[in-house]
């Protein structure tokens, strides 16, 4: 499907945008649309949504919900959105990766409205609906706002409340492109080497140990590893680099890789995620 990515400070309108879409590209279009809520996730999950954003391991988990329902209904023709804060820059650029492998387009839909506004938006919602004042002010400072200088933000379409959504761009964006071409980091092919899952995990692993140890004696940016020549511009936790390892191999177990291009692809891959 194509695809459309829905982001905003907390209380920016983002699902009534994403109902008008909804409602544009079945009536006006004909296409059929699917929805993946965040917010309707985390009330199927039973949490509370103030303590579900004060809670990162539960966030974690909404996000890999996210992601296994984003590839899972990922096809070429009808629309899929993903409406919620999705206000990591990281998150995005997965999802990106995600569409490049599938060859469907996608674009961001960026909701704006001024902080003051969007809380007094919050205070008008029923109780059980509203952000505490902490998780909201922490979700506002946590917000990387998207950049259509990104590729995985672009298109970028900027919509304030007072505006019409720009229904024909954004239908064009999608569907009067070309497919994008898979990258080496997304494109799958038969493996030619029954080495290659092996050289793959050792490379890898061998990075991920390199950056380890050099947090270990407090070096935690520009770690240089000199047997590949890379260098990977900030360190992250032990976790995450583990999650980005396996991330990493899920993306790529299936490619035709040469064996020298795998350091400089993970390594391409750490420094836009961290």
Not at 208 to 236: H, R, W
């Amino acid at each position: 499907m194509p695809l459309i990515i829905m982001t905003g400070i907390p209380c920016s309108g983002k699902t009534n945008r994403t109902n008008e879409l909804k409602k544009f590209f079945e009536m006006e279009k004909g296409r059929k649309v699917t929805i993946i809520s965040e917010e309707e996730m985390i009330q199927k999950a039973m949490f509370d949504k103030n303590n579900f954003y004060s809670d990162s391991r539960k966030e974690k988990l909404i996000r890999g919900d996210i992601k296994s329902h984003t590839q899972r209904l990922l096809t070429q023709n009808d629309i899929l959105i993903i409406d919620g804060s999705n206000y990591i820059k990281g998150f995005r650029y997965e999802i990106y990766c995600m569409s490049k492998l599938y060859k469907t387009p996608q674009c961001t839909v960026q909701c704006d409205l001024p902080v003051e506004h969007a809380w007094l938006w919050n205070e008008n919602r029923s109780m059980d609906e509203q952000y505490s004042r902490e998780i909201f002010d922490a979700l506002i400072l946590r917000y990387e706002t998207p950049d259509s200088k990104n590729r995985w933000d672009f298109p970028l379409f900027i919509v304030n409340p007072e505006d019409e959504l720009n229904y024909d761009d954004i239908y064009s964006a999608l569907y009067e492109v070309k497919a994008p071409k898979p990258n080496m980091s997304t494109q799958c092919t038969p493996l030619s080497s029954a080495n290659y899952l092996y050289d793959i995990d050792r490379i890898t692993q061998e990075i991920v140990n390199e950056i380890i140890s050099a947090k270990q004696i407090g070096i935690d940016s520009n770690i240089k590893i000199p047997k590949y020549n890379v260098t990977v511009q900030c360190s992250g936790s032990v976790p995450q680099l583990a999650k980005l390892r396996r991330q990493f191999l899920t993306y790529s177990k299936m490619q035709q890789l040469e064996t020298e291009q795998i350091p400089t692809l993970f390594i391409q891959y750490l420094n836009k995620s961290l």
